[in-house]
């Protein structure tokens, strides 16, 4: 029934531009050009190769299914670091008049600088399987509801000079963030908990603010090395609301 394709464990990873539906065509294109090339900056930045990813798109992001093989930690830590950087080197470029990516620059035609990427970001990983459709199973169903909870979606509207807000889920936090091989601080994430559909879905947002340099890879802790607090530039923020969320 499933054309002989196998059940396989893979890391997933869900992106999703704020406010996607509020810009106009030309806008919704230049989005899309400034998160293909942040996305492919950020991979190439840690040695990955985004066309051995399998993509299911959207106009408004995409989900992915990264190659076996591929290590989680880095994902986790540095991919998600660099991308924060070509995020902000993407909006800044668009305020500065530049091109920032494929697409032109400004809304061209009044010259005004395009409204600021800014995404959510979901890792997971877990079993799927291949369907014509895109990925099927649980894994996908997870981390698609973590990237749509309501804390993270809050995390990134109440913070206008945040570009990414980022959630891991539970499994994903235990078996790799917490180990010390991240280049970010388990220390900055907060746990959550979201309902939907009926299911209760546990995932880890990163609350501390991304910034800095990434680490060389082969380098863990945390990102100012010393294993205690956050990343270089991060603000860990009080966030005991999103206990309860």
Known sequence: MNGDKPLIYRLLLAVDIQAYSRRNARE??????????????????????????????????????????????LVAGEFVVRLAAALREANQSAERGGHGARGGHGD????????????????????????????????????????????LRRLLADDPGRDLVYIVSDTL???????????????????????????????????????GAARPRGQGGSGDGSGDGP???????????????
């Open 231 to 245: 990343a270089t530039g991060a603000r860990v923020l009080d966030f005991p609301a999103l206990l309860h969320a």
């Open 28 to 73: 919704q294109l230049l989005a899309q050009w400034q998160l293909d090339t942040a996305l492919q900056a950020a991979a190439a930045g840690v040695g990955l190769d985004r066309d051995r990813w399998l993509k299911q798109v959207g106009g408004d992001g995409e989900l992915a299914t990264l190659p076996e093989g591929v290590e989680a930690a």
């Open 108 to 151: 061209g035609a009044t010259g005004e600088a395009p409204p600021r990427l800014r995404i959510r970001l979901a890792l997971h990983h877990g079993t799927l399987t291949e369907g014509p459709f895109g990925p099927a199973g649980d894994a996908p169903i997870v981390v698609q509801r973590l990237l749509d909870a309501d804390p």
């Open 173 to 211: 936090y235990d078996d790799v963030v917490r180990t010390g091989f991240v280049s970010l601080p388990a220390t900055g994430f907060e746990p959550v908990e979201v309902t939907a559909k009926g299911t209760v879905f546990r995932g880890h947002i990163f609350t501390g603010r991304i910034g």
